[in-house]
Structure formats: structure tokens, C-alpha cells
T-cell receptor, first 111, second 114 residues
Framework: GQSLEQPSEVTAVEGAIVQINCTYQ??????LSWYQQHDGGAPTFLSY????GLEETGRFSSFLSRSDSYGYLLLQELQMKDSASYFC????????????FGTGTKLQVIP | NAGVTQTPKFRVLKTGQSMTLLCAQD?????MYWYRQDPGMGLRLIHY???????AKGEVPDGYNVSRLKKQNFLLGLESAAPSQTSVYFC?????????????FGQGTRLTVV
């Protein structure tokens, strides 16, 4: 089976940096993705890591350690519009490369 | 480019009624998925398809059926709706390539079963 763990809620101050962690257990692993979802909206893709290390896309960075089954999403220079839920997701190799999501971290950015 | 389109956006059903949710994608994606999202539960995979004519069960398939008769369409059916199926349903599609796992989501269908 598969399981992903991430904190349920995080609060951070506008302009600051926040890190959202994700640990996973899966039989077969291809990569870890991150998605953002605003209240009432659809999830949208942020980043994908297949190899160990840091991937940077503007203010957002994502890190993966395959040996530790761990990844994180780093958001810098937080803006109020970053208040949303963030989901990590694993792409596994068990037969078909379907995507399985974690339960999400609700980020609240405060002034 | 419409991406992924779900129909309908909202629906209220009575217990025992049936309905079909339609998902259409115009990106020529091989993989399509149906998820349900409940508070505190994240996105749970109901069924998925890896190509036209194929379907497979996800984490929570009971009470649902699916069909993928055409590559661009993925239908989710509820034969006899129950209040436990009150949820937001999201359809998604992806290429299925190992190098690219980006899934594109529809705007969701908010279903209430009374």
C-alpha cells in the first residue's frame, strides 16, 4: 500500500519562508509532486521531483530525498495569495504509474 | 484550450437515485482519474484509466462504476446514491509518462445526497 504524511495546518507571516514536509511509504516510487489548491478551486501542479535534490521554480522550491522517503515544499517571500492547501503526491510504479495524494497542509499567511 | 471539463458542476440527489458525472479532456492524455475530496481526507482515488477501454479500481471504488469508451471521456456512475457519497468529485488527466507526472484537474462537481 501507500501512505503519505504531511502536517494538517501551518501558519506563517507574510514575507517569511515556510517549509511543508511530506513523508511517504510506497511500493515502487517514480517521483513526488506538489499541488496547490485554493478554497473552492481545483488542485494545480507546482513541481515534480524524480531525483534527489532541490528543484526551484520562482518563489517555490521542492526537495526530495529518496533514501529517506521524504520531501518538502519551500515557499519564500510569502504573499497573502499563497494561503491555500498544499498536497504532496507520489507517482508509483506498481503496475501503472497512478498518482496518490496526501491529505494536504492548509497554509494560512497572516499579515 | 479547455483542458479538463467536468459536467455538472453542482448536483443534489435523493438517496437511491442514480447519476453520471462526465469528464472530458482535450489534451490527448492517456491516463484519467476520478478522485473524491472530503474535509480532512485529501484526495482519494476512486477509479482510474490508463487508456481507452481500460479501467481500474483505486482506493475507494465501492458504490461507483466508470467507463472509458473514448480516449477523451471518462464517466463516473453512481447507481444508487447514498449520503456517504456527498463529496466534491474531481476528474484529472495526465500523460502517464514516468518523466512527467503533472495531473490536470477539472473544476470539480459538488454532489450532495440527501
Amino acid at each position: 500500500g501507500q501512505s503519505l504524511e504531511q502536517p494538517s495546518e501551518v501558519t506563517a507571516v507574510e514575507g517569511a519562508i515556510v517549509q511543508i514536509n511530506c513523508t511517504y511509504q510506497t511500493s515502487g516510487f517514480y517521483g513526488l509532486s506538489w499541488y496547490q489548491q485554493h478554497d473552492g478551486g481545483a488542485p494545480t501542479f507546482l513541481s515534480y521531483n524524480a531525483l534527489d535534490g532541490l528543484e526551484e521554480t520562482g518563489r517555490f522550491s521542492s526537495f526530495l530525498s529518496r533514501s529517506d522517503s521524504y520531501g518538502y515544499l519551500l515557499l519564500q517571500e510569502l504573499q497573502m495569495k499563497d494561503s491555500a492547501s498544499y498536497f504532496c503526491a507520489v507517482q508509483n510504479s506498481g503496475g501503472y504509474q497512478k498518482v496518490t495524494f496526501g491529505t494536504g497542509t492548509k497554509l494560512q499567511v497572516i499579515p | 484550450n479547455a483542458g479538463v471539463t467536468q459536467t455538472p458542476k453542482f448536483r443534489v440527489l435523493k438517496t437511491g437515485q442514480s447519476m453520471t458525472l462526465l469528464c472530458a479532456q482535450d489534451m490527448n492524455h492517456e491516463y484519467m482519474y476520478w478522485y473524491r475530496q472530503d474535509p480532512g481526507m485529501g484526495l482519494r482515488l476512486i477509479h482510474y484509466s490508463v487508456g481507452e477501454g481500460t479501467t481500474a479500481k483505486g482506493e475507494v471504488p465501492d458504490g461507483y462504476n466508470v467507463s472509458r469508451l473514448k480516449k477523451q471521456n471518462f464517466l463516473l456512475g453512481l447507481e444508487s446514491a447514498a449520503p456517504s457519497q456527498t463529496s466534491v468529485y474531481f476528474c484529472a488527466s495526465s500523460t502517464g509518462r514516468t518523466q512527467n507526472t503533472e495531473a490536470f484537474f477539472g473544476q470539480g462537481t459538488r454532489l450532495t445526497v440527501v
